[in-house]
Structures are given as C-alpha cells and as structure tokens.
C-alpha cells in the first residue's frame, strides 16, 4: 500500500474518531474540549469562512460570524481542527473553502494544506468506513445518496 500525504491526512483523522469514540454526526465540541481549542466568531470583511492560529497555546479558531449555515458551519470547523491536527501545517491559515487554489507567479496552484484539511474535515465527518457500512452505492441516484449522505452527517 502507498503511503502518501492525504493517506496519512486521512489516517490522522481516522485516529482522532476512534480515540474520542466519536460517531456520525460527529460532536466537534468533544475535540475542541479534548484538545483544548479556542473558539471564537467573528465578523469577516475579506469572505473568509474561518482562520486558524495554530503557534498560540492553545491554538484557535475563528469563524466567520456570517456563516449560519449549521452544516457548513461544521465542515469548516472540521477543516480548521484538521489544520492543528495536521503536523505539517504551521502558522496562521485563512480558510475559503470555495477555493482551495493559491496564486503564484500568476498560475493557479492547489494549496495543498488547504486540499489535506479538507480531505481531513470529509473523512473526519463521513468516515469511509462509516459511508461503507450505512450506504449503497446507487448511481442511478447520486444526488439522492449525497442529500442522505450530508444529512446524516450534518455536514455540507
């Protein structure tokens, strides 16, 4: 088996459920608790969904005041436990899940903390495992499955 960075993102998330014996839907208060997160909300000017400083002590999180959404609210909250939990991620990363591209040089480029936090935040919500277990593949309704899926997960 290839071992590679979103295989370990994964993992690391994987790891996280089973040693706070969480299940679907995930209670994210359990870990911000268990690992001693900070959180607060507040109004954002730039359309960020959330921020995270990961070098305070505790590390914290802050959310976007005007994102109501309950499940989008989870996800990124998720995505934002998956930078602290991610060793390889330092420093103060602002969040916007719509676009997880960075420009450089004038080219497009995947940010790939922000692809490894959010592989984080899906398995971390939706468990393989757990989509394995709770549903059946249908193709002939997708969209269906998908609408299931996020509702029993709480998450968008």
Known sequence: MEINRLSLVRRRANTLYEKYDLSVPVD????????????????????????????????????NTEMTFEPRRRFTMAHEIGHICIPWHTGV?????????????????????????????????????????????NTENLSGLVEEICSAANTS
């Open 28 to 63: 994210l208060d359990t870990i911000i608790r268990k690992k001693h997160i900070e959180v607060s909300y507040e109004e954002n000017q730039v359309g960020i969904d959330g921020l995270c400083k990961l070098q305070k002590n505790p590390p914290k999180i802050i959310l």
């Open 93 to 137: 990363d602002l969040c916007s899940l719509d676009n997880p591209y960075v420009k450089i040089q004038g080219q497009q480029m995947v940010n790939t903390q922000e692809l490894e936090a959010n592989i984080f935040a899906s398995e971390l919500l939706m468990p393989t495992e757990w989509l394995k277990q709770t549903f059946e593949l």
